[in-house]
């Protein structure tokens, strides 16, 4: 620089660095992708995927090296029912710790800050509602490339988190997921949002799949309308054969008869080679919608106009909302020489009646959701008010009226305010007095239980937790449990989170149980529990002590072999903190390097098998099987993955 422009050049140089600024200590601007790969994610330590953390999931995505590793973060799937006409139900379900950042991220979005909502994908590089948040954030700078980044780490999590069952439904196309919980709706957003991803790239066949796989989920009620836009996607996917099959099958009988259906139909036909099938098909639509002929010649700049669709005009505003819908979507894909020549000779030789039938039923909350987030000023000024003027998050357009949420998302949210001001005349029924108070029952079971599960889980980490109330400690227990941080497997950012959620539980319980100082012991009496010998049941049919939102996970087998001869040696709260601290630490490092399949450890299986039998033994060696059970559920699941936790069944089962 200096040979070619001078001195003047470093001397600009070092003036950009500003004063009292050294060279080669201006600190790297990262631009959003580099911000939130796996080099730089304080969640993974730097660490990208590798190995078979790589292999492609079920829904077809595979993981990129990257992004960082790390786990769900507790999202999860379950069967909800098997149906009648054999389809099965399953759902997204969140455990505690997942609910904790979902907490975070409303508050994010209150704060409207989106260097908040990056940071905190940084911490949480798998959270769904975060990862599409910050998609539309990189979509709006005009980086459709980290966009598509995100949507795909998502759909990547959503792979990963399916149950087993999941995978041999959906090839069945048997696979139903409930749109009105709000974790299948996450689903839903980010297949949509997806797909128009795909579309902006140019790969039309694989938006064709992605929307069969979403109608294929409810075809019943189709939330996001997928039925106005597949057949564009099959056209521009060439895929017509499969639409003219798809069309005249019996599939599609519950599916309201669109205008888009019966015109691109003879499009297909032409392009499949049978031309009286499409000018047949083309006839029948020409004599049922005339008036949208009409706005596609003029879209196409066709100037003379035939006498069958002149001066035809949509009469309603349903007419006037599938005209604008079928030609902004699918003009391209007749403006093509053949295409127009085929359009042009229908036209021409067909004669309509002035008699045809009216479209004038009420646009549905499906359509408006659909066409809320095509975000066409054309398509939205035709909806009606009540959908237009309806306040919804972008992370959840238009939820149905019916909402079935699993948990509340207010961190300051109390359950008791909803029962407050009800008349001590109400009949009973739905919404009374006595439902309202069976409901405030369970939500103060729950949240006793949450409270129950969050205190043992920071007893195990450190051990002086269990003699504060409310978790609020001197100052030298809150450098305590910073320093006992680093060992357990959480990040710091996670540990402050749980504990104001601790506080916020134990003050609600307080003010529920108008608690005074004299009742405090009491009521830690009733929500501690110490695992002293002493306090086992002998009840067989004592229930597992399972937190709230783990209870449908695995059960960890029953300890049948005896205790270690040298009872007297064994300190079981020790044994508690070792399996939440550095033998969990231990399992993840391992998988982390040598991933998930026995098979594929090669050389390093005899360690591995080493590593888990020891921590199945000390699982093993714990007195009391709730214990046990909160363990693997819990703070393994938390602090590895749903793999390791498979794992570590596994080698429990086999026994040594």
């Excluded at 696979?175 to 579309?199: H, Q, V």
């Excluded at 939820?399 to 079935?404: A, F, G, R």
Aim: glycine share 8%.
């Amino acid at each position: 620089m200096k040979r070619l422009f001078g001195n003047v050049a470093l001397e600009s140089d070092n003036n950009e660095l500003g004063p009292g600024t050294r060279r080669g200590q201006n600190p790297r601007q990262l631009d959003l992708g580099g911000a939130l790969a796996g080099r730089n994610s304080p969640a993974s330590r730097g660490r990208g995927l590798a190995g078979l953390a790589l292999r492609r999931n079920v829904l077809g995505v595979p993981g990129k090296e990257t992004w960082p590793l790390a786990t769900t973060g507790g999202l999860g799937m379950e069967p909800v029912e098997k149906l009648s006409d054999g389809t099965t139900e399953f759902r997204f379900v969140h455990n505690t710790a997942y609910q904790d950042v979902q907490r975070q991220f409303e508050t994010c979005v209150e704060s409207m800050d989106p260097q908040r909502m990056i940071q905190l994908l940084q911490f949480n590089p798998y959270h769904i509602s975060t990862l599409l948040q910050v998609s539309e954030i990189a979509k709006q700078q005009g980086d459709h490339s980290v966009s598509g980044d995100l949507l795909e780490r998502a759909l990547f999590s959503f792979g990963r988190a399916t149950h087993t069952g999941f995978v041999h439904a959906l090839s069945e196309g048997k696979a139903r997921l409930d749109f009105r919980r709000p974790e299948n709706r996450e689903f839903w957003l980010t297949a949509w949002r997806y797909i128009g991803n795909l579309g902006q790239r140019g790969t039309w066949r694989t938006c064709y799949e992605w929307a069969k796989l979403v109608l294929s989920l409810d075809p019943e009620g189709d939330p996001y309308s997928v039925c106005i836009i597949i057949d564009q996607l099959a056209m521009r996917g060439g895929q017509a054969e499969h639409f003219v099959k798809l069309c005249e099958s019996s599939l599609l009988e519950w599916i309201p008869i669109r205008p888009n259906f019966a015109i691109s139909l003879g499009l297909a036909k032409s392009r499949i080679k049978d031309p009286q099938g499409a000018r047949l098909a083309l006839r029948k639509s020409i004599e049922s919608y005339p008036y949208i002929f009409s706005r596609l010649f003029q879209e196409l700049n066709l100037e003379r106009i035939p006498p069958s669709i002149w001066a035809k005009q949509p009469r309603t505003q349903r007419e006037k909302l599938e005209c604008e819908i079928y030609v902004n979507y699918a003009k391209d894909i007749w403006n093509t020489p053949d295409a127009i020549s085929l359009l042009v000779e229908v036209v021409e030789s067909t004669v309509t009646s002035s008699s045809y039938s009216k479209l004038d039923n009420q646009i549905t909350l499906e359509e408006a959701r659909h066409i809320i987030l095509s975000t066409m000023p054309t398509l939205i000024n035709l909806l009606p008010r009540e959908y237009t003027s309806t306040i919804s998050s972008p992370s959840d357009p238009l939820p149905p009226p019916d909402n079935l949420p699993s948990y509340l998302l207010g961190l300051d949210a109390d359950p008791e305010d909803a029962f407050q001001g009800a008349s001590d005349e109400e009949p009973p029924g739905p919404g009374s007095r006595s439902e309202n108070a069976a409901t405030q029952s369970a939500q103060n079971e729950a949240d006793e239980q949450e409270l129950r599960g969050l205190r043992n889980l920071f007893t195990g980490i450190a051990p002086w937790f269990s003699r504060t109330e409310g978790g609020e400690g001197r100052d030298d227990d809150q450098n305590e449990l910073e320093r006992a941080t680093d060992g357990s497997g959480f990040s710091q950012a996670t540990i402050t989170e749980r504990r104001n959620r601790f506080i916020q539980l134990w003050q609600r319980i307080m003010n529920r149980n108008q608690a005074t100082p004299e009742r405090i012991p009491e009521i830690l009496r009733n929500l501690t529990d110490e695992f002293r010998p002493e306090d086992r049941r002998s009840d067989p049919d004592d229930e597992e002590f399972l937190p709230d939102l783990v209870a449908a996970e695995e059960a960890v087998p029953a300890n049948d072999a005896p205790l270690p001869a040298r009872q007297e040696d064994y300190d079981d709260e020790r044994n508690q903190r070792w399996l939440a601290g550095q033998g969990m630490i231990g399992l993840r490092d391992f998988v982390a390097e040598h991933g998930f399949v026995e098979d594929a450890w090669g050389a390093h299986s005899q360690a591995g098998h080493e590593l888990f039998f020891e921590y199945a033994n000390r699982v093993k060696q714990l007195r009391q099987q709730r214990t046990r059970d909160f363990i693997v559920n819990y703070p393994l699941r938390q602090g590895t993955s749903i793999e390791v936790r498979d794992l570590v069944i596994t080698h429990l089962q086999r026994g040594r």
